[in-house]
């Protein structure tokens, strides 16, 4: 079974761009991961950039993998919303259990 998640972050427009992530979204992996090695801005848009992913774990030798669910990476999916509202009302109408938005403010992760 999987825990699927939305990763996303607002830009300086005030709009939000998130993915979809399949499996293990739940706090104690997704939320560790995020913190550790995706911890800037930077970092939240290079992940969010890379579109739709199946999972993000690290490998024996500490380096993270990123899964993606097609090898064509021109059919990724990067979701888009004018609001916060809108955001969090996509999340609501979704199978996704958790969602996790980069806080430019708090230079952290935040969830739900």
């Given at each position: 079974?999987?825990?699927?998640?939305?990763?996303?972050?607002?830009?300086?427009?005030?709009?939000?761009?998130?993915?979809?992530?399949?499996?293990?979204?739940?706090?104690?992996?997704?939320?560790?991961?995020?913190?550790?090695?995706?911890?800037?801005?930077?970092?939240?848009?290079?992940l969010v950039n890379e579109g739709e992913l199946r999972s993000?774990?690290?490998?024996?030798?500490?380096?993270?993998?990123?899964?993606?669910?097609?090898?064509?990476?021109?059919?990724r999916e990067i979701e888009y919303y004018d609001s916060m509202e809108d955001m969090l009302n996509?999340?609501?109408?979704?199978?996704?259990?958790?969602?996790?938005?980069?806080?430019?403010?708090?230079?952290?992760?935040?969830?739900?």
């Open positions: 079974m999987s825990t699927r998640s939305m990763i996303a972050f607002q830009d300086a427009d005030s709009n939000f761009y998130a993915v979809y992530c399949h499996f293990d979204g739940y706090v104690f992996h997704m939320g560790k991961m995020l913190q550790t090695y995706f911890n800037s801005m930077e970092k939240a848009i290079e993000v774990d690290v490998d024996k030798d500490g380096n993270v993998e990123l899964e993606h669910f097609v090898e064509d990476f021109e059919k996509a999340f609501r109408n979704s199978d996704r259990e958790f969602i996790y938005l980069w806080d430019d403010d708090l230079e952290g992760w935040v969830y739900r």
